[in-house]
């Protein structure tokens, strides 16, 4: 059983910065990292770890080099695609040392397990917030979903393509995304598609897939769904999504953080 965890969007900013004045986000990725190296004798054998973009505030080298530093600790490989704060050349050159990193065009990759394939997406679009798949990335994603017959797959992107109902996220989700539906309902066997992005678990449909938001392994972005309701961050408690093949994909919210118990239910029995 492949069992797989996601994080999403650290937003690391430079040493002695705090995210949008408010947020340190390098002790929440700290924290998370903490956390699943304390859960994995519950959770794991975990099979790789999946960061959905956003790694960075401002796509710099010393933001990713705080990064690949913060993420040291975990005792797990892990990939990583880019979301909108990410600059995908510093990126790159950032990780130009792993053998899943393309050397040129978008970042996509596809990770192969006994039972699961897990297919990492560039949504990114260079000095803009919301998200597209380029002619390219739609053509690498046919491609990899062809040859993996039937065989249970997770598409990751940063940008999600549904509506979530906070406005100031949805004009910034992933656009055009027709042909995306089309050939993601099109697959023949088990498929998800996991995103970041709005920093809430969120599920709904999308063609014939779930569609999985994870949350953010920081703050969140704040839960106002009326209409044009200002763009705000709350600091709620850090999460990330586990997921794990039994016969379908099962996924699983864990929140970041060291939390009283176990204890059981009725000890005395
Ligand atoms: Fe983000
Ligand atoms: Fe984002």
């Known amino acids: 059983m492949t069992r797989i965890i996601q994080i999403s969007d650290p937003h690391i900013v430079p040493y002695g910065q705090m995210a949008y ?28 770890v999946f ?13 990713y080099e705080r990064f690949r530093a913060l993420m040291e600790p975990l005792n797990l490989a892990y990939r990583v695609i880019p979301g909108n704060h990410d600059n995908i050349e510093v990126m790159r050159e950032c990780f130009a040392d792993q053998p899943w990193m ?8 596809d990770a192969h397990f006994d039972d699961l394939v897990v297919i990492g997406l560039d ?22 979903l062809e040859a993996n017959g ?13 509506l979530t109902g906070i406005d100031k996220m949805d ?13 993601l309902s099109s697959y023949t066997g088990e498929l998800r598609l996991t995103c970041g992005h709005v920093h809430r678990n969120i599920v709904a449909p999308f063609g014939d897939v779930i569609c999985q938001i994870a949350p953010g392994v920081s703050h969140a972005v704040t839960m106002d769904l009326r209409e044009a309701a200002p763009n705000c961050l709350t600091k709620e408690p850090g999460g990330f999504m586990l997921h794990e093949i039994r016969g379908v994909i099962t ?9 009283p118990g176990p204890y059981l239910f009725y000890p005395d029995t």
């Open 21 to 48: 004045g408010q947020v340190d986000t390098a002790e929440a990725l700290s924290n998370c990292v903490e956390t699943i190296n304390r859960c994995l004798p519950e959770i794991g054998p975990i099979d790789m």
């Open 102 to 109: 393309p050397t040129v065009g978008p970042i996509n990759w």
């Open 150 to 162: 039937g065989k249970p797959t997770i598409v990751m992107t940063h940008h999600p393509p549904i």
């Open 171 to 183: 004009i910034q989700n992933l656009r055009y995304s027709k042909e995306f539906k089309a050939i």
């Open 123 to 144: 949504s990114s679009v260079a000095e803009a917030a919301h998200g597209h798949l380029s002619d390219e990335t739609l053509s690498f994603l046919s491609t990899t």
């Open 251 to 259: 996924s699983h919210y864990v929140p970041v953080g060291d939390y």
């Open 51 to 63: 960061v959905s973009g956003d790694l960075t505030d401002f796509g710099t080298v010393e933001e």
